[in-house]
């Protein structure tokens, strides 16, 4: 990265220090990559993404203007080494749970099999993925996290899996999804019913709500995944698997927040971005950098 300007009257976000007691978010690196279906260099992805952190400032601008380190406590916990295979994820499920204490934990992957250990590790009870594919594979791979924890007792019927494409699925693997009970919201449905309608629903279903009641009634315990690969190929070159007509970058940071500022979205994993193979603007990388400011974004403004 060439050198950023100084102005102590514009900070800029990242360099946040290790985990204290009190900190509200925590950020932690899970560089997996080993099962990966399509080749990545997505173990790269974690200290890209710091890097493109200062590169923006951790304002919203209200009005009044929010300083998000002032307003919020955000601590960095480095990576987990070696985060692949059985031990890996064990590694993994352990340093999730040893941030308990923090209102939400920040997993920046490496790909989507990094999903599986972190919503483990944060004990979830109800899931969200913002993806293109449903991961219902079978094996270990980041093909399939979703039913991977469907097979340890997470329950479909707490599962929204938003952003789902054509032709990026097989027949026989949504069937799969139907039949489970998870709630599928495509990408088509996303841009008819409008962002709002889309987070209330998620909120409601991954939350244990059942209909008719408040989402603030729920059970919490939900963990994010965002698979950026469900975004548009021209903003998300980096993806292997992102695909022409997907999300726009602004839809996939107003889903980020507008999740995020429920109280019950515990956990949230970035994914799926390949640092190695992003143009050279570092679009995707630095999609994925706006999204960890989103998810603090929504941390501030939750009531």
């Known amino acids: ?62 009005p009044p203007p929010v300083d998000l380190d002032q307003a919020l406590r955000i601590a960095d916990a480095g990576d987990v080494a070696d985060p692949d295979g059985r031990e890996g994820e064990a590694r993994v499920r352990t340093a999730v749970s040893q941030l308990d204490a923090a209102r939400l934990v920040i997993a920046l992957g490496g790909d989507n099999s990094a999903t599986y250990a972190v919503a483990q590790g944060r004990g979830a009870r109800g899931l969200i993925t913002l993806d293109a594919h449903f991961d219902l594979r079978d094996g270990e791979s980041n093909g399939s996290p979703v039913r991977r924890l469907i097979a340890d007792g997470l329950d479909p019927r707490r599962i929204v899996q938003i952003g789902i494409a054509d032709f990026a699925n097989s027949a026989e693997y949504a069937r799969r999804a139907f039949d489970s009970g998870i709630t599928v919201i495509t990408l088509d449905e996303v841009r008819r019913r409008g962002i709002a309608d889309v987070v209330a629903e998620a909120l409601r279903v991954a939350g244990g709500v059942p209909p008719g009641r408040a989402v603030e009634g729920g059970t919490g315990g939900i963990h994010l995944d965002i698979d950026v690969d469900v975004c548009d190929r021209a903003v998300a070159p980096g993806c292997p698997a992102s695909v022409p007509g997907g999300l726009a970058a602004w839809e996939l940071r107003a889903l980020v927040r507008g999740l995020s500022r429920d ?41």
């Open 1 to 62: 990265m060439s050198a950023l300007s100084v102005d102590p009257r514009w900070p800029r976000a990242g360099d946040w220090p290790p985990p204290s007691p009190g900190a509200d978010a925590v950020l932690l690196g899970v560089p997996a990559h080993e099962t990966s279906l399509s080749p990545t260099g997505a173990s790269q992805t974690p200290a890209a993404v710091r890097e493109a952190l200062r590169r923006f400032s951790p304002t919203l601008l209200g």
């Open 263 to 303: 109280p019950g979205v515990i956990s949230a994993d970035i994914v799926e971005v390949d640092a190695t193979a992003d143009t050279a603007d570092a679009r995707t990388v630095r999609l994925a950098a706006l999204c960890v400011l989103e998810l603090l974004a929504g941390l501030a403004e939750r009531r």
